[in-house]
Each structure stands twice: as C-alpha cells, then as structure tokens.
C-alpha cells in the first residue's frame, strides 16, 4: 500500500456513482410500480404499456454502472492488477468525472419517475396515448443520459 | 404513400337497404360520416347489445373451466356464409350455460344458509333428549343457552342452591353450552339471576328429533349439494367445448349492433349516405352496391378543404411494421408526405447501433422469428414483433461492424464503442446530423409537391448548408469550403426565413431569430449522443457478465454456475437494451426528426366492417 490514497479515491467515486444511480433508479422504478400496479388493478390488459413506463426510470441505475465500471477498467481493478501506486491527482480526477453522474443520476430517476406517474395516469384514461407518454418520460433522461456522456468523456480522458 | 380518398354520396331504395348495409359490412370499404345534422343517432339496437353481453359473460364464465391448451392458441376461422347466418342453436347454448350457472349460484346460496344453520346445531350435538322434549311440560322447566367459562362456578353454585340440575353439553371458545333444569316456582327468581351472571338463552326449535340427527341430515344436504355443484360444474365446462360457437355468436352480434347504428338517413322511400372510401379500391365499392341492387345512384367527390379525411397508408411489408411507431406518436394527416418510408429506415439503423451486437442480434431473430410463427400475433403487437425481427438485422451488421459477440470482442471492423468511446461519439453525432438532414428534405419535399418554392430555399436547403458546412470546419482540409457553406447558409436564413412579411425590417429581423434556431439544432444533434450511452451501456454490461461468469468457471461445478450466470446476465441485458433502444430510437424520431417536418394528426380509418373480436378470420372468396 503506498502512501497517497489515490486508488482510493478513484474507487470512492466509482461507488458512489453506482450506488447513487442504483438509489434513484430503485426509488423511481418503486414510485412508477405503485401507479402501474393501481391501473393494472383495474385495466389488466394496459399490463404491457404500463410495464415500459414502469422500466423507464431504470436506466439511470444502469448508467451510473456503466461509469463505475469505466472507472475501474482505467485503474486495472478489473483486469486483477489494481494500480495502487496511483498518484493523488488521478485519484482525485476519477473522483470528480464521477460528479455529473453522483448528482444527476439520483435526481433525473427520481423526477422521471413523477413524470412516469404521471404518464400511467393518463395512459389509464387515454391508452391510446401511451406513445406520448413515453416521449414525454424519455425527454427527462436526457440530462442523465448528458451527465453520463460528460463522465464517460473526463474517465476515459483522464 | 398516403391514399388520396374520396367522398361516397350514395342514394338506394329503401326496401335495399338491409342487404346493402350488409353488403357495405362485409366488403368493409366505407366509413360511413355524419350526412346530415338531423340524422337519427340514437337508435335502438338494444336486443343486440343484450345478446352481445350475454355471450361476453358465458365465455367470462366457462373461460375458466377450458382445459389449458398446450403450447399456443389455435386460430378461430370461419366462412362468410356461417359468419353471416345467425343460428338458432346459439341462443339456446347461451341459455343453458346461464341456467346452469344460476342453478350453480343458488345452490352455493343454499349451502351458505345451511352452513349458518349447521354451525347453530352445531354446539348442541351431544344433547341426548329430544328437543321437543324440552318443552313438554313436566315439573320442571328446561333452558338451553350459552355462558362464559369464568362464570360457571357462580352459576353451579346458584342452581344446585335451588335444587336444579344441569349438565355442561360443550364447549366453544370462552363460552360453554349449558342445559339446567329447575322447578316451576323457582323459574322467574333463577332466570333473574343466571341473566346476571351473563346466561344467554338459546331457543332450540321444537322438533321431534334429536339434534344429533338434525346435524347428520344438514350434512348430507351440504355434501348433496356440493356434488350437485361439481356436476353443474363439469357440464359447464363441458360447454367450454362449445367456446368458439359463442366467440362466433358474440362477434356476430356486435357486428350487426355497428351495422344497425351506421349512419345512414331515411325518407319515404329511399336511404342516402355518406362516407369515406379509399380512392384505390373503387372497384370493389362498385361491386359492394351492384351486388345487391341496380337502382341506386352515387358520386364520389375529393374532399374539401374544410373537411379530414381519414388518413390511410399504403406501404410494403417492411415500412408497414414501422407504422406502429409513428400512430403511437400520432398518425400523419392527409394533407402531408408519409414519413414512413424515410422513417423505417432510420428507425432500422439506429435501433441496431444502439443494441450493436452481432450476437444479441442472432438471439433476437430466431426468438422472435420462431413467436411470429408460432404466435401469430395480430394488429400492432405484429407490428411491434415485426420491428424487432427487422432490427434484429440491423443488430446483426452493427454487431460485427463493431466486433462484439455477446460482450466479447473479436476483430472490430469499425470502431470498439468501450475503448473508443470519442470515436463513436463522433459517428453517433455525424448520423444525428444525417438523421435531421435527411428531416429538412423531406420538409422541402413536402414544400416542392405543394408549388411552396421559396420555403425550401429559406427553411430546408439554408439549414442543410448550415449543418454540413459546420461539419466540414473540423476537417482542416475542408474548412475553407466548410466556412464559406456556413456563412452563405446563415446568409440565406437570415434573408429569406421571414419571406412572408413585406416589411424589410421585419424581415430582417424574423431571419436573425430565425437563425436563433440553431442553438435548439446544437441541442438536437447533442441528442444522438444517447446512442454511444445506450451501445455502451449494453456492451458493458455483456462484458461484465462474462467476466463473472469467467470467475466462476474455476471447475466443474463452476462452469455449471458459470453457464447459468451467462445465459441469465445476458438475457437481462438484451432484455432491458431492447427496451431502451426501442424507447429512445422512437424519441430521436418523435422530437428530434418529426421536429423538422411533421405535422401530424391524422384521424384512423374506420369502416363500417365485420367487428372480429374473437374470431381471428372470415374466409371470404371476395377477399381474393
């Protein structure tokens, strides 16, 4: 173990992307499940559109994944050779292109899923309009579909 | 291609106008509108209606006793001929189904009482005298009734003090069922007493039976009953036998509730109506009407412009499928290009860059593949199917494009999207900007087939300049011309974006915020760079799952952990790229294609048609 907690923070970051993107992931999908199952009580044949709403605010748990496993294939965790002589400035490096994906990731999954929510009510009334209640859901993962591309962009940079 | 329609103003005689209702249905080529404000809508079809519900609830009813079929669903077909004759038999099964389950209904009713009954009779059942016994007058009298445990001593001590006799008959949770016997004289001073310590009298009926007995015939009754239920039962689900015949039934008589509420108005002699008819099938229309009489007259106008005609599209099998994507958005209107065409195409690249590998894209077209054979799903859900099954293709070339075969990665030809992650930025970006650029000329398309010539100029080829030419700054070796594409595209913007005001200020001044618009075009090819996020997410993920099942794959109860751990982590990852790609691709369409050009709002064409529910096909030589 060398002196400087470079690696550390690196894998510090890593954790707490993936952690906090699988929270609002898990927080969004629950909220959206809860309308999708009080709809399906009533309408069991809106199952298959309700089920796609529900999945929506899923991704940002996959995303904050994706950059925890970037972070760690740069630091050789993955291929068994963990670069523990990583200086302090690279650690704290992958820590900070972990932020976009810390902060926006939990946010856009759980105000996704309010969007979702609102979806599946309409889809209830309307069921023909499950299609634009689906764009309407898609438009907020924008933001963390952009925080995941700036974090993939500064990991793979550094 | 969008179908041009046309307007059917028909007049016939009255005395025609069943068989030609009739007729109309069955070759199912006129939407019938609104012909007239005074028109009668309300009209009575409410014997149908009934008879429709009925046959709903009896194939509610013996839809659970219906043996599980194994593996799929048989298709129900039938010919015209028996879809069109009402057979009597029908009503009379529907019938029977709705005695059978009454009588069902009354019997589970009866048990219900006699259960209460039973459980009455129930803590009495060891009482050995008969229970008109208990009221013949002797010296003494006799109470039945319950008491709680706690009180019994006080209430031994009470009776036995005045010399009476009682016997514990059972017990039953906290309280006891109790019989004493006292003497006349004592009876009203001791009935105070006993109502004190919580005593609560219970009349037994006076019958000349023992209750014993009384219990042993309420249980033959219940079982009797019970088997009585489970015969009905099985007839029904002997009926389950006869489901298509009611799924015929229920089908026939909504089709003749839709023809008795078309529209359609009457005078002394004659019918006239109106309707929406495709202006490519004239001919069976014409057919449709001869068949059934000569007298009749009609005329087939082009719409007005006040009036939305229905919106009908006519493609090939592959464009066909990628319809389900943009009706979810909304159905083009008549007046506007199909974007189908173009749409299907760009749906098909992107969809696959976002799954991007060879291997997930094989799985996707054997299982789908096998579903569509198998399943033979109808509507949109074929349409959906049919998306993945062609994707799947497009799955299959990006896959090997860029090397990946269930997350691992032979011989890239492209680009390796986890280790080059700018390369496919730039690629997803290049194919956004081809993606709006391919929007901006269906736009001027649109505008060239409606004589609007300025409009391309100012709206599409200005933008497209603009785009290319911001591209081509990043090449060192095409920059000059890149620059000078810009600037005379932004020139042209400027100028000509406000070519419907007069006013040279004005003008001016709607160019410059026309030109504004490019930052909304920044954020619009930004946009595509969801398809490195979503190609990547999924190549990780395959990636990932390999390597887990690499460490499990120690020996060989580890290849066997191994195996599932593969199969399982690569299933749940096709599984939610599928459904990623198919939500994001359709956005890239929705907002960020259809923004340049579509409009939208198209009305379904509805004829006035056989109304096919349950039954999957009429065979109908017409149709061939």
């Known amino acids: 173990m060398s002196d400087n907690y470079g690696l550390f923070y690196a894998i510090l970051g890593a954790a707490l992307v993936a952690s906090l993107g699988g929270f609002g992931s898990a927080l969004g999908v629950q909220m959206a499940g809860k309308a999708a199952a009080g709809v399906s009580s009533e309408k069991p044949e809106l199952f298959g559109k309700l089920l796609i709403l529900q999945a929506l605010p899923g991704t940002q748990g996959i995303y904050g994944f994706l950059i925890a496993v970037l972070v760690l294939i740069n630091c050789g965790v993955l291929s068994g050779a963990p670069d523990v002589a990583m200086s302090m400035d690279t650690g704290l490096s992958y820590f900070a292109a972990c932020i976009p994906g810390i902060i926006v990731l939990p946010i856009s999954a759980y105000f996704q899923a309010k969007m979702a929510v609102s979806s599946i009510n309409m889809v209830a009334k309307q069921p023909d309009a499950s299609g634009k209640g689906i764009t309407m859901t898609v438009l907020v993962e924008t933001y963390a579909v952009l925080a995941l591309l700036a974090s993939i962009l500064m990991v793979t940079g550094i | ?624």
Not at chain 2, 129 to 137: A, G, N
Not at chain 2, 510 to 515: A, Q
Request: net charge negative.
């Open chain 2, 1 to 624: 291609m969008i179908v041009p329609m046309k307007k059917l103003k028909l007049v016939a005689l009255k005395e025609d106008k069943e068989r030609l209702l009739v007729s109309l249905q069955r070759y199912g080529e006129v939407m019938f509108t609104k012909c007239n404000e005074d028109i009668n809508t309300d009209i009575d079809a409410s014997k149908e209606e009934a008879l429709l519900q009925r046959a709903e609830k009896s194939l509610l009813l013996i839809r659970k006793f219906k043996e599980k079929q194994k593996g799929l669903r048989n298709q129900i077909e039938v010919d015209y001929d028996e879809f069109k004759t009402n057979n009597p038999m029908q009503e009379d099964l529907l019938k029977t189904i709705e005695k059978t389950d009454e009588e069902i209904n009354t019997l589970k009713q009866e048990n219900i009482t006699l259960q209460e009954k039973l459980a009455f009779f129930l803590p009495w059942a060891s009482l050995e005298i008969m229970l008109s016994d208990l009221s013949t007058p002797h010296a003494a009298i006799i109470h039945t009734g319950m008491l709680e445990i706690r009180n019994s001593e006080a209430f031994m001590d009470l009776i036995v003090k005045y010399g009476g006799e009682f016997q514990i008959i059972s017990i039953l949770g906290y309280s006891q069922a109790i019989v004493y016997a006292c003497y006349e004289d004592d009876d009203t001073e001791i009935k105070e007493q006993t109502k004190n310590l919580g005593f609560t009298e219970v009349i037994l009926p006076s019958e000349k039976k023992y209750v014993s007995e009384i219990i042993l015939k309420l249980q033959n009754s219940i079982t009797n009953n019970h088997q009585q239920i489970e015969t009905l039962e099985l007839s029904l689900a002997e009926y389950a036998n006869e489901t298509d015949k009611i799924k015929l039934f229920a089908d026939q008589a909504a089709t003749t509730i839709m023809r008795k509420k078309a529209l359609i108005q009457e005078t002394i002699d004659t019918v006239y109506l109106e309707g929406w008819v495709r202006s490519d099938r004239l001919q069976r229309l014409q057919k449709s009407i001869t068949e059934v009489t000569d007298i009749y007259d009609f005329e087939l106008v082009d719409p007005e412009q006040s009036e939305m005609p229905p919106t009908v599209l006519k493609n090939n099998k592959f464009v066909d499928a990628f319809e389900s994507v943009t009706d979810m958005f909304s159905k083009p209107n008549p007046y506007e290009v199909d974007p189908n065409p173009v749409m299907s195409v760009w749906y098909w690249i992107i969809f696959g860059m976002m799954m991007g590998d060879a291997g997930y894209g094989v799985l996707m077209l054997v299982v789908v593949g096998l579903m569509l054979k198998k399943m033979k799903p109808k509507g949109n859900m074929r349409r959906l199917f049919l998306v993945i099954f062609y994707g799947s293709f497009s799955t299959i070339i990006w896959g090997i494009l860029f090397g990946s075969y269930f997350g691992f990665t032979f011989f890239p030809i492209l680009l390796e999207p986890i280790n080059e992650p700018l390369k496919m930025l730039l690629v997803s970006l290049i194919l956004g900007g081809c993606h709006l650029i391919c929007g901006l000329m269906v736009k001027a398309y649109h505008n060239f087939r409606d004589r609007h010539y300025l409009p391309i100029l100012s709206d599409s080829v200005s933008w497209i300049l603009l785009l290319i030419g911001v591209g081509l700054l990043f090449l060192p070796s095409t920059a000059e011309i890149g620059k000078w594409m810009a600037i005379s595209g932004a020139a042209i913007i400027v100028l000509f974006a406000g070519w419907k005001q007069k006013n040279p200020i004005a003008r001016i001044g709607i160019g410059l915020y026309s030109l504004y618009g490019a930052t909304s075009y920044l954020g619009d090819i930004l946009s595509y760079s969801r398809i490195l996020a979503l190609a990547m997410s999924s190549a990780v993920l395959g990636m990932v799952m390999n390597m887990l099942a690499a460490m499990l794959a120690t020996n060989i109860i580890g290849y066997f952990f191994a195996a599932i751990v593969f199969v399982i982590g690569h299933v749940f990852n096709l599984a939610m790229g599928l459904l990623s790609a198919y939500v994001h691709t359709s956005r890239l369409q929705y907002i960020e294609f259809f923004g340049k050009f579509y409009e939208g709002g198209g009305i379904p064409f509805q004829p006035l048609t056989l109304q096919l529910k349950h039954i999957d096909m009429v065979n109908d030589n017409i149709n061939q």
